[in-house]
């Protein structure tokens, strides 16, 4: 029911930025969720952030600030502006979405940009 378009990811140096971009298309959506989570070889996949209906987000402690969320609800899109990277951020970014349906709750995931901060 749920596809992802993501994109902005690439490589940047530390300092740098990049924001990323996530829209989502499907039939009958109540996306209440939309945020960002990362994972790197070996480690569980950890949230960056989240943006509810209603202008609740939740960041990740380890972004320090650095990172901004928001969201467009007329086109289903979600970013993340991400400044003063580091090293330590270099991770595949997953676009996801909580859809509130009839039938419950769905959790979708896209399917990943990538993030490189090197020098």
């Known amino acids: 029911q749920v596809q992802f378009r993501e994109s902005g990811g690439g490589l940047v140096r530390p300092g740098g930025s990049l924001r990323l971009s996530c829209t989502a298309s499907g039939r009958g959506l109540n996306l209440v969720v939309m945020g960002w989570y990362r994972q790197t070889p070996g480690k569980t996949r950890e949230l960056v952030a989240t943006?509810?209906?209603?202008?609740?987000?939740q960041y990740a402690d380890s972004e320090k600030g650095r990172f901004t969320i928001s969201r467009d609800y007329a086109t289903n899109t979600v970013y993340l502006q991400m400044n003063n990277l580091e090293p330590e951020d270099t991770a595949v970014y997953y676009c996801?979405?909580?859809?509130?349906?009839?039938?419950?709750?769905?959790?979708?995931w896209g399917q990943g940009t990538q993030v490189t901060v090197s020098s």
């Open positions: 996801q979405a909580n859809d509130y349906s009839a039938y419950g709750v769905t959790t979708y």
């Open positions: 943006y509810t209906r209603g202008s609740a987000i």
